[in-house]
């Protein structure tokens, strides 16, 4: 049996984008699907395809603990005994991979594969917008605010209601060939003293550890077809107001890193989510409020 032969393959739709993975271990293959955000089996632009390649490889340490550099349509990620690099204008990635990472999984996911995967997608027409995405009837609202103005205690607070959820912090907004607006699925990141009881594992997050709270799958939802945005303010609340797409978009004009790497497809997105205006939401400090608040107004409001 050739070399060809004995290669393992994977297809999966991460945010609707055909995706291929290639690997000659099973256990490489099972971590990049785990490390996949929630796939749809809708396949919406089936020549928007990608191809990523996952091969054991024991790499000579770099001493370092991970760096990603970013230059135009290439990435190339190099940790103490890995390295990935993938290249937007040919859709495809390799990943050399060493045993012992392939025994943690999460590690790997987060370190090198969910990072390869993300970026493709976002130069696949999977623009990612710094919002969390709650469904309040068949429409997506999508919470836009900078790290800490309270994104993810709304998902959770929106779950606590019933209400689905498509991500707590990033929502990936597809323009061609139809709209939707995707989530990845995953845990929400709380402050420990934010997160509901129980354990939880922690993770680096913008600077802070945060609790990873994992929600019951039935309350995660993958895409809508509709969206309305609302910019978050940490005045006293809870009140919503509507603004205009001018105010909106001024409100968003400033990303944060690592939503800087798109500027004009993030222009693109944000015009097309505020065409019809926005609103703003004054949060109070009550987050069951707020989204008590949302789910009793936008209803009306929304046509």
């Known amino acids: 049996m050739g070399i060809a032969e004995r290669l393992l393959r994977k297809e999966v739709a991460p945010l609707g984008v055909r ?7 099973p256990q490489l ?7 996949c955000p929630d796939s749809s089996p809708e396949f919406h632009e089936p020549g928007n395809a990608i191809e990523i390649r996952l091969e054991t490889a024991s790499i000579p340490s770099s001493n370092l603990s991970c760096r990603i550099e970013v230059e135009g349509s290439r990435i190339t990620i190099t940790g103490t005994d890995f390295h990935g690099h993938a290249d937007a204008g040919t859709r495809s990635g390799v990943c050399h991979i060493p045993a012992r990472l392939i025994l943690e999984p999460e590690a790997l996911a987060t370190q090198l594969l969910e990072p390869i995967l993300l970026f493709l997608l976002t130069r696949s027409g999977r623009v990612p917008v710094h919002a969390a995405g709650i469904m309040i009837e068949h429409c997506a609202v999508l919470l836009s605010g900078p ?7 709304l998902a959770l607070a929106a779950a606590r209601r019933g209400l689905r959820v498509l991500s707590d912090d990033t929502v990936y907004i597809q323009l061609e060939p139809a709209f939707r607006a995707w989530g990845v699925g995953g845990p929400l990141h709380l402050l420990p003293a934010d997160a509901p009881d129980g354990p939880h594992p922690q993770r680096a997050r913008a600077g802070r550890i945060k609790a990873a709270v994992r929600l019951p799958a039935e309350t995660m939802t993958p895409l809508a077809s509709r969206a309305t945005l609302v910019v978050l303010d940490r005045a006293a609340g809870p009140a919503l107001s509507p603004i205009s797409a001018h105010e909106a978009q001024a409100a968003m004009s400033k990303l944060e890193p690592g939503f800087d790497l798109l500027p004009e497809q993030s222009a693109m997105a944000i015009q097309r989510l505020t065409r019809n205006g926005a609103w703003r939401l004054n949060l109070g400090t009550d987050a069951d409020a707020a989204i008590g608040l949302l789910v009793a107004e936008l209803p009306k409001r929304v046509s």
Do not use: N
Request: aromatic share 4%; glycine share 10%.
């Open 29 to 35: 293959l099972t971590a990049a699907v785990a490390a």
């Open 19 to 25: 995706t291929t993975f290639i690997a000659d271990d």
């Open 147 to 153: 790290s800490g103005s309270g994104k993810s205690s």
